[in-house]
């Protein structure tokens, strides 16, 4: 899986750089290039629990979209426009940052609904509308729900184009983290030990053959791989039994209200009970859910709930973003782990993510193990 798969059949490409001060040539070189291509636009199409949670919400809640006008934001291939449109939208407005946006015109022509959607190729902080609209529909969650911030734009695209008795789809979303189990931790270990073995295989080659000697650089050469196998976070599909406490919501938004600024950062200080017996912590998975309600004048005639979590038949191309602790923890059923959560943008990338977990267990049947604090990356 690409570190970027992620949003719907394209639907969040549209968006722009999301951030002030970012240049857009590097952010279409970093980001928007990769929706460009049909065949990332396919693996996001495949994902059925993503494609079943929108066709529904459109097509069970067709009172939001019959007559009313729609924006589409990074409508990608155009999909959800042309379910808007089938859905009975008088107008739909698919805007897409990149030329995928040719692709959807094509898409939306061979559907015979050309008179219905306007395919618009622009970033959505540049492009006009004739009109306010109904409705906001986009697919702009990352892994872990905000990686690649794109959620920016649709907040853009809110502020400036939906009417006030508007809805946007989907209209809440949540984060989550629960304690794991894993033998990625070990595998990860091995391979940094195993990168370690190289280095010092190359130090002796190059002093002994070139005379010269490299080992001032061992330190910053480790901590450059520890962060490569260590301290990067996982993209990983677990299976439920992976799952060794109770999930905890670390963030709720509601995408009617939301600030930018309220998702710069997200900070929670959360517990988690474990129900594993005599199991070994190995780390936390995170992953997000959405709900498609309406909002409180006119909800949704039925609720549409799309998730990310842990699943044996419902995976999804989000999965779930996996957060290795070295050396894992003995645990048992009952103990307490208390979980301190923070995630910030990258200085370097604002569409990448850091994420810092400072956690304490607390045993049911002794005394606390000491505290500790690890830093990881979702690149």
């Known amino acids: 899986m690409g570190s970027s798969a992620n949003g719907f059949a394209g639907d969040r490409m549209s968006t722009s750089n999301g951030g002030g001060g970012v240049d857009k040539g590097v ?111 986009s697919e702009w969650m990352g892994y872990f729900l905000l990686r690649e911030s794109m959620f920016d734009s649709v907040i853009c695209a809110r502020d400036r184009w939906l009417k006030p008795t508007g809805v946007m789809y989907p209209s809440r979303a949540r984060m989550w983290l629960a304690p794991i189990r894993s033998g990625l931790g070990d595998k990860k270990m091995n391979d940094y030990e195993g990168s370690m073995d190289d280095w010092r295989y190359f130090l002796n ?25 260590l301290r990067t976070s996982l993209w990983n599909n677990l299976h439920p039994n992976q799952v060794i ?37 190995c780390g936390f998975a995170g992953w997000f859910d959405v709900h498609f309600q309406g909002n409180k004048e006119s909800p949704a005639e039925e609720e549409v709930e799309l998730t990310t979590a842990p699943s044996q038949d419902h995976t999804t191309h989000w999965g779930q973003q996996v957060f290795l602790l070295h050396p894992p923890s003995r645990v048992q059923q009952g103990d307490i782990v208390n979980i301190d959560f923070s995630m910030i943008r990258s200085k370097e990338n604002h569409r990448l993510m850091e994420v810092e977990l400072g956690c304490e267990i607390a045993p049911s049947s002794s005394k606390p193990l000491a505290p500790f604090k690890s830093k990881y990356y979702i690149e």
């Open 205 to 229: 080659e190059t002093k002994n053959y070139y005379g010269v000697d490299m080992s001032c650089l061992t330190k910053p050469y480790s901590e450059e791989q520890k962060k490569y196998y």
């Open 27 to 137: 952010d279409f070189a970093n980001y928007f290039c990769t929706y460009a291509f049909l065949y990332h636009q396919k693996e996001m199409l495949s994902d059925r629990v993503r494609m079943d949670a929108y066709f529904n919400s459109i097509f069970k809640n067709k009172t939001h979209f019959l007559g009313k006008t729609v924006l589409d934001v990074g409508t990608g291939s155009g999909i959800l426009a042309i379910w808007s449109a089938q859905a009975g939208a008088r107008k739909v407005y698919a805007v897409e940052a990149t030329k995928m946006a040719e692709h959807a015109r094509e898409l939306v022509k061979a559907n015979n609904l050309q008179d219905v959607v306007e395919v618009i190729e622009g970033s959505i902080e540049d492009i006009t509308l004739p009109e306010k609209v109904d409705v906001i529909i």
């Open 245 to 281: 406490g109770t999930a905890a919501m670390i963030k709720e938004m509601d995408c009617l209200t939301v600030t930018v600024e309220e998702i710069l950062s997200v900070e929670a200080s959360i517990s988690s009970t474990i129900t594993g017996d005599d199991t070994r912590l």
